[in-house]
């Protein structure tokens, strides 16, 4: 006898059935991003479901039918995100549910107010849009990359062009976001190490050309932190630290990337930044090194060793993003 059984469209696929996609976003540096919106597309429709980042620069959408999905980081322009490379991973054990897929929203123009002190290359790098793009809304036109907008200017763009990258189930995917602004973070200390908070300070930043930007004034944070963007082309600086009394306290500024902090020429540059003086020493930790590494062990609440294992290398990375 052929033939075959009615379908009951109660009943579904068990969700220990269903599979995973595991998406890791990171920067021009390799180190994760957080907060990064993904979308993942239904097979077979255009259903989706956002989420976002961990603080680990990681997301994983569960209850999936297994086979291959797209997925894309919404609203970056093509050109600025890619696919570094996937791993398989192991199955989960646990069950999971489908995901809340639903119409996707639709795609809309973009408007960025400026607020002082921010470039094109910097608005355009953190909207994910190439500066091209972007058109300030009085003039009509594409500003200059360098120059800074004045605070209040209005930046329009056009949605960019939709592209999609296909990951299969069961697999670690990641993806590089290309080309984010750069963050320069300082941290003020005292001789005994305690935060210079609420401190006025003057930045000065020169660009690759040789051009100087305007002077940019901030207050360091209770931390005795200093935050500000730079453009890609920022190559030097100075620093004007005022303490209260008597003379600024005067910084010089080099800009370039850091080695990981896997290797010793790593720590030194994270160590002087956080406040621990190395001596000038670089590379191979010397006596200064590892005094500033019982320094910030200490400070950090570590094992004070002087020597730089995987623990305090772990920490000096993260508290160096923060």
Not at 88 to 100: C, M, Q, T, Y
Not at 171 to 177: D, E, G, I, M, T
Not at 218 to 238: H, M, N, Q, W, Y
Request: neutral net charge; hydrophobic residues 40%.
């Amino acid at each position: 006898m052929t033939g075959g059984f009615a379908s009951d469209p109660a009943i579904q696929p068990c969700s220990r059935e269903r599979s995973f996609i595991e998406v890791v976003v990171v920067g021009d540096d390799q180190a994760p991003l957080p907060d990064m919106v993904l979308e993942l597309r239904e097979p077979g429709s255009h259903r989706v479901v956002r989420a976002r980042t961990d603080k680990h620069g990681r997301f994983r959408f569960r209850g999936l039918k297994p086979g291959a999905h797209d997925v894309r980081l919404p609203g970056v322009d093509p050109s600025l995100w890619r696919p570094l490379g996937w791993m398989a991973l192991k199955p989960e054990g646990e069950a999971a549910s489908e995901p809340p897929w639903a119409e996707p929203p639709p795609d809309e123009a973009i408007t960025w107010t400026c607020r002082g002190h921010e470039t094109l290359g910097i608005v355009a790098a953190r909207l994910g849009l190439r500066p091209s793009r972007l058109v300030e809304q009085q003039q009509g036109a594409a500003p200059a990359q360098d120059v800074p907008l004045a605070q209040g200017a209005v930046l329009q763009a056009e949605p960019p062009p939709v592209r999609w990258e296909s990951v299969a189930t069961g697999r670690r995917q990641v993806l590089h976001r290309i080309g984010l602004p750069v963050s320069l973070v300082l941290r003020m200390r005292d001789d005994l190490h305690a935060p210079r908070g609420r401190r006025p300070y003057l930045l000065k930043i020169s660009l690759e050309t040789g051009a100087a930007l305007p002077h940019r004034r901030g207050t360091t944070d209770e931390e005795g932190r200093v935050v500000e963007l730079l453009p890609p082309s920022a190559s030097s600086g100075e620093l004007l630290l005022d303490l209260g009394s008597g003379a600024p306290v005067k910084m010089k500024l080099r800009f370039a990337a850091l080695p990981i902090p896997a290797e010793d020429a790593g720590l030194q540059p994270r160590l002087e930044n956080l406040g621990y003086p190395c001596g000038g020493e670089r590379g191979a930790p010397g006596p200064h090194t590892r005094a500033a590494l019982q320094w910030f062990q200490y400070a950090s609440g570590l094992p004070v060793t002087g020597e730089a294992d995987a623990d305090t290398r772990l920490l000096l990375f993260a508290l160096h993003q923060s």
